[in-house]
Nanobody, 125 residues
Framework: QVHLVESGGGLVQAGGSLRLSCAASGRTFSNYAMGWFRQAPGREREFVAAISWSSGGRLYYADSVKGRFTISRDNVKNTVYLQMNSLKPEDTAVYYC?????????????????WGQGTQVTVSS
């Protein structure tokens, strides 16, 4: 069992920055990949970013966030981060972190085994 808790969401003006954190517990964090997804009202959950099992591992980004968002992980603190810069109103959504116990990471939500409860990010224009 893996327990994930997101934090760091909030209200920010367009062009601003936020850093989301996701603290994991329950299994050896360094063995699994982590992903960030988001869901806006009335829309399906969509992939944002993912990182494979090691701190220097493979990174994946949605085209919509490339160059603006950075995913990273600290395997000592059992935490994955999502640094979000140059935020846009269309980034407004609930952001979820997820754990993939296979360790490789993916943009497909179906491969993830555990999900957090989400944190709201609102970007005002």
């Amino acid at each position: 069992q893996v327990h994930l808790v997101e934090s760091g969401g909030g209200l920010v003006q367009a062009g601003g920055s936020l850093r989301l954190s996701c603290a994991a517990s329950g299994r050896t964090f360094s063995n699994y990949a982590m992903g960030w997804f988001r869901q806006a009202p009335g829309r399906e959950r969509e992939f944002v970013a993912a990182i494979s099992w090691s701190s220097g591992g493979r990174l994946y980004y949605a085209d919509s966030v490339k160059g603006r968002f950075t995913i990273s992980r600290d395997n000592v603190k059992n935490t994955v981060y999502l640094q979000m810069n140059s935020l846009k109103p269309e980034d407004t959504a609930v952001y979820y972190c997820a754990a993939d116990l296979h360790g490789l990471g993916s943009s497909a939500s179906t491969v993830y085994d555990y999900w957090g409860q989400g944190t709201q990010v609102t970007v005002s224009s």
